[in-house]
């Protein structure tokens, strides 16, 4: 596609539930990263993936959090029994870092907004 | 650790005027990324500076790096409402071989405002 993608786009859950959340890169683009925005707040780095493999997941909050990356292409982020700190919007970006080398221009998808009840 | 810090975080502006938004950070880096947020919004590319001295202008925006400083600058000519966001800087310290480390470090984000 032409730009990185998300979806759902919005999610309201119950406190103690599973969800999935699911981002699409730009074609190509070797290298993927989620974030986490609170209300008002800057971003905070979640994890990177280079290729299918996660050299960086120092931001992952807690044990609840996990992801993974197929084919080089499809992330998936699951928080397992999700509290109410857990409400956020959670960005994903892809860049072509590895191929270009220097420039590390991310590409921001348009989030998932999770609300937890 | 990297630490990159933006001021002002909130600025209102009346039209027509002149302001800058400065972004330091606490590590030896090249390269640096300015991000604009509308509200609700997601983030969008608005300039990438990968050398020192490198300045980059768009429309009422402009760009520039100091790497020996540690400072960026994105400096606002006569403003525009459409102009009001939330604008971010973000670094990368790269690695020794002159690639990427694949993670971007972002400032706190600065809430522009722009007014008659």
């Known amino acids: 596609g032409a730009g990185v993608s998300q979806s759902p786009s919005n999610k309201v859950t119950e406190k103690g539930k599973d969800v999935e959340l699911r981002c699409d890169p730009i074609s190509g683009h070797t290298a993927l990263y989620w974030y986490r925005q609170r209300l008002g707040q800057g971003l905070e780095f979640l994890i990177y993936?280079?290729?299918?493999?996660?050299?960086?997941k120092s931001g992952l909050p807690s044990d609840r959090f996990s992801a993974e990356r197929t084919g080089e292409s499809v992330s998936t982020l699951t928080i397992q029994r999700t509290q109410q700190e857990d409400s956020a919007v959670y960005l994903c970006a892809s860049s072509l870092v590895g191929l270009a080398g220097k420039n590390n221009e991310q590409f921001f998808g348009p989030g998932t907004r999770l609300t937890v009840l | 650790e990297l630490k990159v810090e933006q001021n002002p975080l909130f600025l209102s502006m009346q039209e027509g005027k002149n302001y800058t938004i400065y972004c330091n950070y606490s590590t030896t880096s090249d390269r640096l990324y300015w991000y604009r947020q509308d509200p609700g919004k997601s983030l969008e590319s608005l300039f990438v500076?990968?050398?020192?001295?490198a300045v980059k202008q768009e429309g009422r925006l402009m760009a520039s790096l100091d790497t020996k400083a540690r400072l960026s600058t994105l400096h606002i000519t006569a403003a525009v409402h459409d102009l009001s966001a939330t604008y971010f800087c973000?670094?990368?310290?790269?690695?020794?071989?002159?690639?990427?480390?694949?993670?971007?470090?972002f400032g706190q984000g600065t809430i522009l405002t722009v007014h008659p």
């Open positions: 973000a670094v990368d310290i790269g690695l020794a071989g002159g690639t990427s480390y694949g993670k971007l470090t």
């Open positions: 993936f280079q290729g299918n493999s996660a050299p960086d």
């Open positions: 500076l990968l050398s020192n001295g």
